[in-house]
């Protein structure tokens, strides 16, 4: 009896194929893992310390309005 593609490619991946598609998964997430941690923790020091003298600018306190405290009035009901 013929078998088409789909049933040997089924048998396939059920047999030794399921073991060698696992291993892959695994190594793939093992190599992005190592390359995404070496990333993070910078492997390499920078060769010059980054220095500088940050300045900040505080807007003018008394060219801004300051907000309204009054509380809202209610409206009343029209009879």
Known sequence: ???N???KLGDFV????FYIVL??????????GY??????????QP?????????VTLPDSSAQE???TQPLEEETPEE
């Open 66 to 68: 300051a907000p309204s």
């Open 23 to 32: 291993f892959l998964c695994v190594a793939a997430i093992g190599i992005s």
């Open 5 to 7: 593609l789909f049933q």
């Open 14 to 17: 059920l047999g030794k194929g």
């Open 35 to 44: 390359y995404l941690i070496r990333t993070v923790t910078g492997g390499s």
């Open 47 to 55: 060769s010059e310390p980054v220095t500088a003298n940050p300045t």
């Open 1 to 3: 009896m013929k078998r």
